[in-house]
């Protein structure tokens, strides 16, 4: 609790989602290859949001991935939004439908398999982790420091070496016992 409290997470891909709507197909996928994920509304696109060069943000929120599962609810305004972020170098992954309302320069893919793939040269994984779907990873900034939220959803038990896209010291803190103890750096 104590980590998740006035705590920022630094997903750098939003999908987008309407009042009512909450693609989920393309966010599961995303969150088995261990890449973080906002959902925002597409109405805080004109609304709340700004553009920063190749990203979008929003309070303390950075994007320079946008992920339209389904582009039926987005406003004629979103998609302009959505035009000038693909104009100042950012990324709209397309899959589904409507994809007439998303930028030109939009990397269309057939399948929500394939939506890692069309994010790894712009978005690659905080945490390597290769075989690993069950594993969820958030990466949090909490006074001053880094951290990485690490949670098995999944059935087995993963077992496996990860690696980090980090420079500093690290260390493993168990939740359940409480412990800290610090990790090796290779």
């Keep these: 609790c104590w980590l998740n409290t006035d705590s920022v997470n630094t997903a750098r891909v939003a999908v987008l989602c309407g009042k009512s709507v909450m693609p989920w197909r ?19 696109l004109t609304e709340a949001c700004s553009l920063n060069g190749p990203r979008i943000t929003i309070r303390n929120q950075s994007y320079s991935a946008v992920v339209a599962e389904n582009a039926d609810f987005l406003s004629p305004g979103s998609a302009a939004f959505l ?46 982790a290769a075989d690993a779907p069950g594993l969820r990873v958030s990466r949090l900034k909490k006074g001053g420091c880094d951290f990485f939220l690490l949670v098995n959803e999944g059935e087995e038990t993963i077992d ?26 290779t």
Aim: net charge negative; aromatic share 4%.
């Design 26 to 44: 393309c966010a599961k996928i995303l969150q088995q290859n261990q890449i973080e994920l906002n959902y925002l509304e597409q109405g805080l």
């Design 160 to 185: 496996r070496e990860a690696g980090l896209l980090t420079d500093g010291n690290l260390e493993a803190w168990d939740a359940m016992t409480g412990s800290v103890s610090p990790l090796p750096v």
């Design 83 to 128: 035009e000038r972020f693909a104009a100042n170098g950012g990324l709209v992954v397309s899959c589904g439908t409507r994809p007439e309302l998303l930028p030109r320069t939009a990397v269309r893919i057939g399948a929500p398999e394939r939506i890692a793939e069309a994010l790894a040269g712009t978005v690659p994984p905080d945490v390597l």
